[in-house]
């Protein structure tokens, strides 16, 4: 389609079966029970998470309550890339040393992510070290909510032709490791991305890891905290179209139960959202008017306590012109993910 090429996902993409495994992947022996689990936002313990059978299948399988993971699970990962007649061979002083020092550090608490010093997210294999905030896997869903609205557009657009469909604008708030922006870069050719953090840290970290894939053309990082910001640092390409975060949005009162593996080692203002969790949140939001096209869209992950507190916001701040357009539940079913947006004023009255 003319001026609007992406991968864009199949209709029932939401409904693919399980990829079949490598034959690698089949190789490995079964999981122990409780593998499936996976962290749930924040790192809490919220349900059982899908095994996920496609690329990066035997990190995928890491994911444990908390990120725990056995000796056993380090050494795979560590050797996945040996035949299966080194399986067999003894291993030697330099190995086994290596999976001591892993070892020794999950035994540490150290999350499993920065123990490998890698982890994958959508497609990607992103460089992880402390304190940059862990990516989660429900996180992968936001990436995917804006790649279908993007979608949607395009198809849309298809009724106006001639008329170009202009390449999209996104601006990440929070990138951490970069893991949304980078995903959005790759799943959408098209695009430029403006990705912010407040710590060095995260921002350092998101170059590191597009240099890696080499999506450093289509990205601009800026080292700046929202709360400071104004419209003209961030408009440098235009309007923006999408706004996407994964703010931090834990109860200031819920910090204290997280589990140690987050309290020692994650950078805890990405997770602390202060006395409602909207700190942050109610910053992205008031910024945003000023940021956005008309029917610019913006695209956060939440607490499930936050969709009646979000729009109850925004009815009283009708001079922000954005209004709740969809709330979508995460896969425990949770409601997770909000998609605000802004309206023209007329369009507001109508409403």
Known sequence: MRGCSFTAPPRDWRRLPP????????????APPGAGWAPGPRGSRLCPRPRRESGGAARAALWRPHGLCSAGDLWQHQFQSLDSKSLHTPLTALQQEQIQQLSHKRLQRMPVQYVLGEWDFQDLTLKMRPPVFIPRPETEDLVSLVVEEEFQKCENSALCFPVPVPHPVILEIGCGSGAIALSLLRKLPQSRVIAMDKEEAAVDLTRENAHRLQLQERIHIIHQDVSHSCAKQLLLWGPIDVIVSNPPYVFH?????????????EDLDALDGGDDGMRVIKTILALAPSLLKVSGSVFLEVDPRHPDMVEHWLQAQPDLLLTLRAVHEDFCGKPRFLHIQKQSSWQLCET
Request: glycine share 0%; no cysteine; charged share 30%.
């Open 19 to 30: 990829q079949p495994r490598s034959p690698r992947q089949a190789a490995l022996p079964p």
């Open 253 to 265: 009162e819920d910090m204290a139960s997280l589990d140690a593996e987050i309290l020692r080692y």
